[in-house]
């Protein structure tokens, strides 16, 4: 399956600490985007790191990829109640005008 | 601009029934996809359009069809409903033509219960 795997499946921590979630995928990519889900509801675009980029930085995200591992890992900085969410990893590859998501990650931050 | 719609947001069939469900992309948008989620599959790629004409099919069966009209509304189709059909259904659209590389702007899906 070119499906992405994501690590860890959930996550809690305080509000104010940092959390990092891990993308891992099979195959060549194009660019790898990360999404949020609020609670059965519609995803939200954070950012999208292209294959010849290595790191980006939107707010308090930061995104890094590494092509020779196949993995990309988002870094969420000082958490608030608010990024209580599930985060995506979506790939896009060469030829297939679709994305691939990975299974997620369900973060829950505790005030 | 308006962000993508999704009509109905609720529903609830019985089996054998069939549902259309509806996607209006943003202003411009030419590109729809659509993904249906469930708890134990996460989120898997339905189709894609491009100017009316069907780019890409993920792995459905054949009850699952769609099609895209002039102004890149987009609407997908589920016969003979079964109770594994019942799942949330979302539509993103792209500014460009290469979904695989664009920014996908998601609607708030179509929750569909089979019963």
């Known amino acids: 399956s070119q499906q992405g795997e994501e690590d860890p499946q959930a996550l809690s921590i305080q509000e104010g600490e940092n959390a990092t979630m891990n993308c891992s995928y099979k195959?060549?990519?194009?660019?790898l985007q990360w999404y949020r889900q609020n609670s059965g509801r519609g995803l939200v675009h954070l950012i999208l790191?292209?294959?010849?980029?290595r790191e980006k930085h939107s707010g308090r995200l930061r995104v890094t990829l590494d092509t020779s591992k196949k993995s990309s890992s988002l870094l969420i900085t000082a958490s608030r109640a608010a990024d209580t969410a599930s985060y995506f990893c979506?790939?896009?590859?060469?030829?297939?005008?679709?994305?691939?998501f990975g299974q997620g990650t369900r973060l829950t931050i505790n005030p | 601009k308006a962000g993508v719609t999704q009509t109905p947001r609720y529903l609830i069939k019985t089996r054998g029934q069939q549902v259309t469900l509806s996607c209006s992309p943003i202003?411009?948008?030419?590109?729809v996809s659509w993904y249906q989620q469930t708890p134990g599959q996460g989120l898997q790629f339905l189709f894609e359009y491009f100017s009316e004409t069907q780019r890409n099919k993920g792995n459905f069966p054949g009850r699952f069809s769609g099609r895209q009209f002039s102004n890149s509304r987009s609407e997908m189709n589920v016969s003979t409903l079964e109770l594994g059909d019942s799942a949330l259904y979302l539509c993103a659209s792209s500014l460009l033509a290469r979904p695989n590389t664009d920014t996908q702007y998601f609607g708030p899906g179509t929750r569909l219960t089979v019963l």
């Open positions: 790191i292209r294959s010849n980029e």
């Open positions: 979506a790939t896009g590859f060469q030829g297939a005008q679709k994305l691939v």
């Open positions: 195959t060549s990519i194009n660019n």
């Open positions: 202003s411009g948008h030419r590109s």
